[in-house]
């Protein structure tokens, strides 16, 4: 048996004999946009039978008193209480209403109840605060969307937060990026469930891919948690994006705050939940991403520009956060662009052509000790490594057969 086999197998012996996994409550709360919520409700609450998709039953929960308000001012009814939850062998938490704010205790208690008696708990965006709050995610991997990645690694440290992932499945609890990304999640699910031809079948009436390449690494853009505003380091940080074209390390930035490095490291990683390192070679990758977008400058020109030592440097470094070469990624992008180019939807192309790095199946992805953690970039370099010069990783990631995803072990 495989391992991903007794994984699975374990996950239905521990179920309560109560609960069915085709049973999926949706727990919603006023204040939580509509889209999100709206994604469980369709995958999981409309029969396709006729299209060769198995038939799940839902319940759709109120997470507290209603009416629910959402997006627009909408009222909602939900027709069930936290009790439903009791017969659901998977519980569905869409986006929360505030990062900063803690969910109902009650919705909490369900569903720590839940999983410890067997169901699929799944997190959909900052769904994954929920989670994370009700004690669910600690010591796993989990992702959320990329914006609010740092701020989820700091407030729970025990939380091993990627935001490169669309979703990350660790066996009985899954969760997603943002928005469109739950659909991937919820296609995986019943891919899980029932099977590829089953998924595709659902895909096709949904008129979304299958599955989607890449992850959220093309979407990460210069920002920084909002917390690091009145922080002294914040000066630092902007001095450093307005850089980028110079070549500059870890100890000069620390040197500006007036910190010794290892200071600056444990201020930095406290503040953002990124170690400082990680976060310069993103956004040297990024600002290299806007150029070949922008820009007529040859590859050997863009790495001058973003601070690269070398343009070996920068192919390793982008490769390894995009899964392409900067010459493919710009002749792809400028294939499916419009002549003229530039605006909006510009994230909509190049998701469809970027190619995803893959590896074998059922590895598991590497995560770093407990403490606040925040993969910015898809491989942490080695402290021995300079910026700009290859070397070995110290962290890396382990690609799953399906683009985007991470799964079980």
């Not at 495989?2 to 709360?29: I, N, P």
């Not at 759709?60 to 629910?68: R, S």
């Not at 410890?116 to 991997?141: K, S, Y």
């Not at 990460?220 to 948690?225: E, I």
């Amino acid at each position: 048996m495989s391992q991903d086999s007794a994984t699975a197998t374990e996950a239905v012996r521990k179920l309560s004999g109560r609960r069915r996994r085709e049973v999926v409550a949706v727990l919603l709360f006023s204040g939580g946009p509509i889209f999100e919520s709206s994604i469980p409700l369709s995958v999981f609450g409309i029969d396709r039978q006729d299209a060769g998709v198995p038939r799940y039953r839902l319940l759709v929960c109120g997470g507290e008193e209603g009416p629910l308000r959402t997006t627009g001012g909408l009222e909602l009814t939900a027709p069930y209480g936290l009790e439903a939850i009791g017969r659901a062998g998977t519980v569905v938490v869409p986006a929360w209403r505030s990062i900063t704010s803690p969910p109902p205790a009650e919705a909490l208690d369900a569903l720590r109840r839940a999983h410890e008696e067997g169901a699929r708990i799944v997190g959909l965006c900052t769904g994954a605060f929920v989670l994370a709050a009700a004690g669910l995610l600690d010591g796993r991997p989990a992702t959320t969307h990329w914006m609010y990645a740092p701020t989820l690694a700091k407030r729970y440290p025990s939380v091993h937060v990627d935001p490169r992932e669309l979703f990350v499945d660790d066996g009985d609890v899954l969760t997603s990026a943002g928005t469109a990304a739950g659909i991937d999640l919820c296609l995986h699910i019943v891919r899980t469930d029932h099977g590829t031809e089953a998924a595709g079948a659902l895909a096709r009436r949904l008129v979304v891919p299958p599955r989607r390449s890449g992850g959220q690494e093309r979407y990460l853009d210069r920002s920084l948690p909002e917390e690091i505003g009145s922080d002294p380091l914040a000066e630092v940080v902007a001095w450093a994006l307005e850089h980028l074209h110079e070549q500059f390390d870890v100890e000069t930035l620390a040197a500006r705050a007036y910190m010794s490095r290892r200071t600056f490291d444990r201020r930095f990683r406290s503040l953002t939940g990124s170690a400082p390192l990680q976060w310069l070679i993103t956004q040297r990758v990024l600002q290299a991403q806007r150029l070949l977008e922008t820009s007529e400058y040859s590859v050997d020109e863009v790495a001058g520009r973003c601070g690269f030592r070398s343009p070996v440097a920068l192919r390793g470094h982008f490769r390894r956060q995009l899964g392409s070469s900067p010459a493919a990624y710009r002749a792809a992008y400028r294939a499916r662009r419009p002549q003229g180019g530039g605006g909006e939807g510009a994230g909509d192309v190049i998701e469809t052509i970027v190619p995803a790095q893959t590896g074998s199946a059922g590895r598991r992805v590497a995560v770093a000790p407990p403490g606040p953690h925040v993969v910015a970039a898809p491989a942490a370099i080695g402290a021995a490594s300079e910026l700009g010069k290859p070397g070995p990783d110290a962290y890396v990631p382990g690609r799953p057969t399906l683009p985007g995803q991470r799964s079980a072990p």
